[in-house]
């Protein structure tokens, strides 16, 4: 057994940095702006759109017409009150909609964000990613790093090589990488959507993200080449 945890702790090691090879190479370089004196911190090159990363965890049909991206923190409240309407729009929109959710922890304003995702990403190596993700979201009050395994239980996890990949960080490259590249979408707070070509912040209503979607469902439609009759 110890062997096996051993050899699934290489392998969750040897993924990650892959991964983290892989995303770093999928997005054109960082550019470091000066600053003029005076100025705190330094710029980057933006991005318009986000990108689909192999490793990012998704939900719903790969070929479906329009990609939901969710960047998202296990601390905020309104990332977890959206998620009733996230749920509800996979429900109404089981072809079409593709749900990819991207780690974009706030340290600053939530010191155990990153721990959090770390977490989550540990329990896709055992493929629990989701039943992991939506346990957080609703017991925020009670995360902190002595509860991921007790929550890795309730869900039947292997808890030997889940708590290796914890207390090894194995998995935050994965999250890193999302954070990376919500930096360079200028991403400022938590929830973020993109949805088509759309980019929506905040806790919006069902009805308004129902809207988003069937307007991204409209314009793909628009603009798809008409099939040709079959003669």
């Known amino acids: 057994m110890r062997q096996s945890n051993l050899f699934l702790g290489i392998t969750i090691l040897v993924a990650a940095s892959i991964l983290f090879i892989y995303g770093i190479a999928a997005l054109s370089p960082v550019k470091i702006a000066r600053k003029d004196a005076g100025d705190a911190g330094a710029s980057v090159t933006p991005l318009q759109r986000p990108t689909t990363s192999f490793g990012n965890p ?16 296990y601390l905020c409240q309104p990332c977890a009150e959206l998620g009733s309407s996230i749920e509800q729009l996979l429900i109404d929109f089981p072809d079409d909609v593709r749900l990819i959710w991207k780690d974009m922890p706030n340290v600053q304003r939530h010191g155990e964000a990153t721990n959090a995702a770390v977490a989550a990403r540990c329990a896709d190596a055992q493929g629990g990613f989701w039943q992991y993700h939506d346990l957080l979201m609703a017991n925020q009050t009670s995360i902190s790093l002595n509860n991921y395994a007790p929550f890795a239980a309730q869900l039947g996890l ?74």
Not at 161 to 189: A, H, N
Not at 197 to 216: K, N, P, T
């Open 58 to 73: 998704t939900r719903g049909p790969k070929d479906a017409k329009v990609a939901v991206f969710f960047f998202g923190d």
């Open 158 to 231: 292997e808890l030997e090589s889940f708590q290796s990949c914890i207390d090894g960080k194995l998995t935050q490259p994965l999250v890193q990488r999302d954070f990376d590249e919500g930096q360079r979408l200028r991403i400022e707070s938590t929830p973020t959507l993109f949805i088509g070509d759309r980019r929506v912040e905040g806790a919006i209503s069902y009805e308004q993200l129902r809207g988003f979607v069937e307007s991204a469902l409209s314009e793909v439609e628009r603009v798809a080449p008409q099939e040709k009759p079959t003669e």
